[in-house]
């Protein structure tokens, strides 16, 4: 049996071919292609103004740039999520303020975020971990009522919506990222979807330099922009995924189901919730059951190895890191982050992988579990 690793891009011979004629073109970095791929990406988000970028983490730190965050502010967020999320709020001068997680979901806990808001208060970066998108309905409610912006940290939740509309079609700042392991890949990449037309220039000045082309071919520089423009190459991978969106997705969810339908539910596992409308599944994670395991994570982790399949930690969670802990955060403060982060387990789930790669995902655990679950 092949290993099967936790997630692998799936990316198919035209579009390995569209980026041969890339190369072959004498302009790789910044041009057609990613102009076609904005375009796209705009028609998918309802027609608003889409700017691609070098990262899902560019997309951020643009984000914020542009809603003006600075030192003294905060700016709320989850604690279960990539290191980037909150990386960013620092590296901007600003202030995280973690609120922990709804267990369920494994999301922000929407009623938790009010208790959190001072008058220093600016932002919201909320996170659909997983692909599960946060309650849209209630985060701008609640933004709305504290005149707070939100940046929606997509990075895992292309293609996924919320009331039948695509997550990045609606709402304020929404950032994707195009990573390797995300539902649409560039390699490296990320998007960033603006709520009106009037921030494009600026967006724009960020993303490269600050410069600005003037009519007369001169130009001119008025802000410190920074270095996070697409190349044609990627941008080329892109238009081939985006060709396989719906696809994949659909193909992610059945492949869901199909887990739903075989893991043995009496392991003591927490399975995610079954959402297939909403959710683009992004991964398929369970909460292991370690107080009744005789064994740690890390051991789990090696007996699956031992089965030839790759299991993932996604995430630690953000405030137990050195540097966050250095920032006054610790243990005991956002219990339920820490428990599910301490066992959280992301099983393999791409679009490439069949209804036997699950089933056979699925015996592993039972074998491995039933061995040391009380
Ligand atoms: C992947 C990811 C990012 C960062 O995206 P990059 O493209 O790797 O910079 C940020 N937030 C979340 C939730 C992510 O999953």
């Not at 011979?13 to 073109?25: F, G, K, Y």
């Not at 932002?123 to 409610?141: F, K, M, S, T, W």
């Not at 339920?336 to 992988?353: D, K, N, Q, S, Y």
Request: glycine share 10%.
């Amino acid at each position: 049996m092949d290993f099967l690793p936790f997630t692998r891009p799936s990316l198919d011979e035209q579009t390995i071919a569209e980026v041969s004629d890339v190369l072959r073109s004498g302009w790789i970095t910044s041009g057609p292609k990613v102009q076609a791929f904005e375009a796209q990406l705009a028609t998918l988000m309802g027609g608003r103004v889409v700017r691609s970028l070098n990262s899902g983490t560019a997309a951020l730190e643009i984000a914020l740039r542009l809603i003006d965050i600075q030192p003294g502010d905060e700016v709320i967020t989850t604690p279960l999520s990539w290191v980037a999320t909150a990386n960013v709020i620092v590296l901007a001068g600003a202030t995280p303020v973690f609120v922990d997680i709804d267990p369920v979901t494994r999301n922000i806990d929407l009623d938790l975020i009010e208790a959190a808001i001072t008058a220093r208060t600016r932002a919201i970066i909320a996170v659909d971990l997983a692909g599960l998108p946060v309650d849209r309905d209630r985060l701008y409610a609640i933004a709305n009522q504290h005149q707070l912006r939100v940046i929606e940290d997509a990075a895992q939740s292309f293609g996924a919506s919320w009331g039948g509309r695509a997550i990045g079609s609606f709402g304020d700042l929404v950032a994707f990222s195009f990573h390797a392991n995300k539902n649409i890949t560039t390699g490296e990449g990320g998007c960033l979807v603006l709520p009106d037309a009037s921030l494009t220039g600026l967006c724009e000045k960020l993303r490269l330099q600050g410069v600005v082309r003037l009519p007369d071919g001169s130009m001119e520089v008025d802000v410190a922009g920074g270095k996070f423009n697409l190349t044609d190459i990627a941008a080329a991978i892109g238009l081939g995924q985006l060709r396989h969106l719906d696809g994949f997705t659909a193909r992610r969810r059945e492949l869901a189901r199909h887990y739903f339908a075989h893991f043995d539910r009496s392991l003591g596992c927490e399975l995610p919730p079954e959402n297939f409308t909403d959710s683009n599944w992004h991964m398929f994670q369970v909460v292991l059951p370690l107080e009744r395991m005789g064994i740690t994570r890390g051991e789990f982790i090696a007996r699956m190895k031992a089965h030839n399949m790759g299991i993932g930690v996604h995430y630690p969670p953000i405030h137990l890191f050195q540097l966050y802990r250095n920032l006054g955060f610790g243990a005991g403060r956002f219990p339920h982050a820490e428990r599910v982060g301490a066992g959280i387990a992301t099983l393999p789930l791409f679009p490439a992988m069949s209804e036997a790669d699950v089933e056979r995902v699925c015996g592993a655990c039972a074998e491995v579990l039933s061995e040391v679950v009380q």
